[in-house]
């Protein structure tokens, strides 16, 4: 069955450094989402991206946050200037159609020193 | 901002048995709800769905019933069994009313299913 794979499953990074997590979505869908989920908290919406274009995005995605889809099987997610309290779970999420299922990857967990 | 509740942290079922877990929601312009199950370092994985213009959804051992005049949904899973012991999260979006779908989802609730 197809999946959504993300890499790497953990990330250790300095306070301030710029981190890039990747991930590929389900080849055959449209929809790509970023979310994260800090330790003890609710799985949190960061960003939708539809046509090579951000769709919708939250409160928390801020300038801090952008997001690429490089190539065709690709789907970053940079974050510059880490700070402690992007500590979390980062999950990137695919699905063929607005009212289709997403399907998430299994994650990377990104600790900021 | 607690749009999609769980209000139950945990919930320990004998195998065999039927599993109800439940979920609340405020948001009245929500159309499309979820339910996943999620293991520990694992994403988490999609079991079923139901539109709003449903009430009840099937598929194998898991059943979801929404009540949209409650703003209430629920999912059973019959008979639970112990591989069923994970997290498991309500999500809701309103992906049919124009949303990119980006889902809401509630605190989660642990499954027990005990041999």
């Known amino acids: 069955e197809p999946e959504v794979t993300q890499t790497p499953s953990h990330q250790v990074t300095q306070m301030g450094q710029e981190v890039i997590l990747r991930c590929v979505p389900i080849?055959?869908?449209?929809?790509f989402y970023w979310y994260r989920q800090i330790l003890g908290q609710k799985v949190e919406f960061l960003v939708s991206?539809?046509?090579?274009?951000?769709?919708?995005k939250s409160e928390i995605f801020d300038d801090q946050f952008s997001v690429e889809r490089p190539d065709g099987s690709n789907f970053t997610l940079k974050i510059r200037s880490t700070k402690l309290e992007d500590s979390a779970m980062y999950f990137c999420?695919?699905?063929?159609?607005?009212?289709?299922?997403?399907?998430f990857g299994d994650g990377t967990r990104l600790s900021i020193l | 901002d607690q749009q999609v509740k769980q209000n139950s942290p945990s919930l320990s079922v004998q195998e065999g048995r039927i599993s109800i877990l439940n979920c609340d929601y405020t948001n009245s312009m929500f159309d499309y709800f979820l339910w996943y199950k999620k293991y520990p370092a694992e994403g988490p994985t999609f079991l079923i769905s139901i539109s709003s213009i449903k009430d009840k959804n099937e598929d194998g051992r898991f059943t979801v019933f929404l009540n949209k005049s409650a703003k209430h949904l629920s999912l059973h899973i019959v008979p639970s069994q112990p591989g069923d012991s994970a997290v498991y999260f309500c999500?809701?979006?309103?992906?049919?009313?124009?949303?990119?779908?980006?889902?809401?989802f509630g605190k989660g609730t642990k499954l027990s299913v005990k041999p």
């Open positions: 999420a695919s699905s063929a159609g607005r009212e289709q299922p997403q399907h």
């Open positions: 080849s055959n869908h449209l929809y």
């Open positions: 991206f539809y046509n090579n274009e951000i769709s919708e």
């Open positions: 999500a809701a979006n309103t992906a049919y009313g124009g949303s990119q779908g980006n889902l809401i």
